[in-house]
């Protein structure tokens, strides 16, 4: 009865319009969760990750993971990759792949451990960083063949600043086609299998998600509009439909192909399975960077990044920075509070030392990156911070005597 009354109480949590922080991480009660319902394949408001009795599903599955026999699990995957193996000197498995620490290590394992014959497939960052472009050309002379898919660059520009403009999400565009871009290739390759690194609910998504190893379909067979009996007016992308975009911009339906995902009969009928490695290895991403490392001579950024500590993750697209920021904007938490919380949950820093740093960077400006940014998306400074303004949560924002805008309930 006790636990009941206590679940309904933190239920209301996720209601409030101020913010409430786990007690075990840093992250708040905004955290959105990815919604396959909307049109977006965005966060709402109203779905947020799950707090109960003030602890948020993160941490509780940190703790559950404990308990999983990943023994098993291994012999799990041994099983998956002995079903998938070809002797014909194909690819078996497709293998997206940034060129960073999680990639190259889910890559590398399977490579190494079960003898797989994994193609690397990029999905161009929208710009890449030195690091991140060194660091994918330096993966490839490991041995590993790599495709780069480019969607058409002009559009891919237009969409990220619609969707900067209209979602405050600059990157919804790019996850769109990373998403997809794996099970895509491997119905061109003839490979069955695909393996992305981790479920996103490791991180606060719903727990019972991560005992899941495959990927839900609806995220990589949803945006097929090429071919699609339905309307155009119901596919959405960077916050508009598909139609809209066609006649406001002068554009035709075959400079979107980069973007239409394959079609879920087509996956049924060949048989492709997506899987998560996270589900088949206790997932820690301090882990992989440091196998990423000795094994593959994977580098990390010389510098911090603007908005956080760390410099192994997330380095390699400039635009990365303001993806962040724009969290920070809308859900009072930027790129320090999703660092420090990982980071928190594998034992690597205390709760304390993670809310020092998220005090100290989750406020930042992407100002490295901030004129090629403004190059990339084609608008002044005076539009971007126009746009910032927009997209600030007055709900959480306020400002000092001074006229700066802080958030109202700061983590303690
Ligand atoms: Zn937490």
Known sequence: ??????????????????????????????????????KNFIGSKKNTTRFTDGICDACKWAKEKNSIDWEKREEEL????????????????IVPCSGGKDSRYVAHYLKTKYGMNPLTVTW??????????????????????????????KLQKLLSRLAFEGLGHPFQPFIIGQRHVGPKMALSTGAKLVFYGENVAEYGNNIEDNYSP?????????????????????????GLPIKKILKDYNLKLRDFTAYNSPDLKQIIN????????????????????????????????PERRDGSYSKYAGIDDKMEDLHYFMQYIKFGMGRATWDAAQEIRTNIITRDEGIALVKKYDHEYPKIYLNDILEYLSISEETFWDVIDKHRNRELFTKDLLGNWKLKTVIN
């Open 1 to 38: 009865m006790l636990k009941k009354i206590e679940t309904n109480i933190t239920n209301e949590i996720n209601n409030f319009n101020s913010l409430v922080y786990c007690k075990l991480c840093v992250i708040n009660n905004k955290r959105p969760v990815t919604s396959l319902e909307s």
């Open 78 to 93: 041994k099983d998956l990759c002995k079903k998938h193996r070809r002797t014909d000197g194909g690819y078996d498995v």
């Open 124 to 153: 161009k960052p929208h710009m890449h960083t030195d690091i991140g472009l060194k660091n994918v050309l330096s993966f490839i002379d490991q041995g590993y063949d790599n495709y780069l898919i480019s969607p058409n660059g």
């Open 214 to 238: 495959i990927m839900d379909p609806k995220l990589y067979t949803s945006f097929n509009f090429l071919n699609s009996t339905e309307n155009l007016e119901d596919f959405f992308i960077s």
């Open 270 to 301: 060949k048989k492709i399975e997506v899987h998560y490695m996270s589900y088949y290895r206790k997932w820690i991403p301090q882990e992989n960077y440091y196998y990423a490392v000795e094994k593959t001579g994977f580098e990390p950024n």
